[in-house]
Nanobody, 126 residues
Framework: QVQLVESGGGLVQAGDSLRLSCVAS????????MGWFRQAPGKEREFVAH????????KYTDSVKGRFTISRDNTKNTVYLQMNSLRPEDTAVYYC???????????????????WGQGTQVTVSS
């Protein structure tokens, strides 16, 4: 079992930056691939970024490439999402998620993540 708690969301203007944090407690954090997903009103939850257990592999959805950076600090049981040059279309609830399947390569599918945080709201005004 692992518990995930996100923080760092807020209301910002277009072009601003935010850094989301997700702190994990419970089992060994370094055993988990971690992902960030988001869900805008009226839309399905979508993949944003993921990072492998030791941080050596990352992947991003096309719309955030070059603007967002995922990272992790296994000594602090924390995964981050640095979001720069925010746009109104980035407005959503952002969720971090953990995949406990040790053999699996980091996934873009929400169904492959078995632990989820409660989400943090990010609102970008134009």
């Amino acid at each position: 079992q692992v518990q995930l708690v996100e923080s760092g969301g807020g209301l910002v203007q277009a072009g601003d930056s935010l850094r989301l944090s997700c702190v994990a407690s419970g089992n060994t954090f370094s055993d988990y691939n971690m992902g960030w997903f988001r869900q805008a009103p009226g839309k399905e939850r979508e993949f944003v970024a993921h990072i492998r257990r030791n941080g050596d592999v990352t992947k991003y959805t096309d719309s955030v490439k070059g603007r967002f950076t995922i990272s992790r600090d296994n000594t602090k049981n924390t995964v981050y999402l640095q979001m720069n040059s925010l746009r109104p279309e980035d407005t959503a609830v952002y969720y971090c998620a953990a995949d406990s399947v040790r053999w699996r390569y980091p996934s873009q599918k929400s169904a492959d993540y078995n632990y989820w945080g409660q989400g943090t709201q990010v609102t970008v005004s134009s």
